[in-house]
């Protein structure tokens, strides 16, 4: 995949383990989150996703448990023809200042696919299934 170094202290992504899903983005900065507060950290790269795939930034588990800080969209979404610097906007669930450093690992990045549907039909009936319209909990004992 190809990546565009957009500072001099970028870090290349990296695996935490042979077999890990995701790759390890870092901070470029130095930034301080205020107690329930959210910020945007720099990784310093660019990045080009071939067309039917996307990136997806998903929490680094050790920094959400141990911390409290995880991405404040949950995951973040990042198309195939975006160009610009991939960011992570940071949350402080905590009550505590936290601090993150340049070179510190603050989220990971998941290469995934998807299906591309070029158009949605409109119909005034949808098949039935067992679950039917049930929703939030509907699936629970």
């Given at each position: 995949?190809r990546?565009?170094?957009?500072?001099?202290?970028?870090?290349?992504?990296?695996?935490?383990?042979?077999?890990?899903a995701?790759?390890?983005?870092?901070?470029?900065?130095?930034?301080?989150?205020?107690?329930?507060?959210?910020?945007?950290?720099?990784t310093?790269?660019?990045?080009?996703?071939?067309?039917?795939?996307?990136?997806?930034?998903?929490?680094?588990?050790?920094?959400?448990?141990?911390?409290?800080?995880?991405?404040?969209?949950?995951?973040?979404?990042?198309?195939?023809?975006?160009?610009?610097?991939?960011?992570?906007?940071?949350?402080?669930?905590?009550?505590?200042?936290?601090?993150i450093?340049?070179?510190?690992?603050?989220?990971?990045?998941?290469?995934?696919?998807?299906?591309?549907?070029?158009?949605?039909?409109?119909v005034?009936?949808?098949?039935?299934?067992?679950?039917?319209?049930?929703?939030?909990?509907?699936?629970?004992?």
């Amino acid at each position: 995949m190809r990546i565009k170094r957009l500072s001099e202290n970028a870090i290349v992504p990296t695996k935490g383990s042979q077999h890990a899903a995701g790759y390890d983005l870092y901070s470029t900065e130095t930034v301080s989150i205020r107690p329930h507060e959210t910020a945007l950290i720099g990784t310093g790269w660019a990045m080009e996703f071939p067309i039917g795939y996307f990136g997806a930034i998903y929490a680094r588990s050790g920094l959400a448990t141990k911390e409290g800080l995880r991405p404040a969209n949950c995951v973040g979404v990042i198309d195939s023809d975006y160009r610009g610097e991939i960011k992570v906007a940071l949350h402080n669930d905590t009550n505590t200042l936290k601090t993150i450093t340049a070179g510190d690992r603050v989220a990971q990045l998941i290469v995934m696919d998807y299906y591309h549907i070029t158009n949605f039909e409109e119909v005034n009936v949808l098949s039935d299934t067992s679950r039917g319209e049930g929703g939030f909990g509907s699936t629970g004992e």
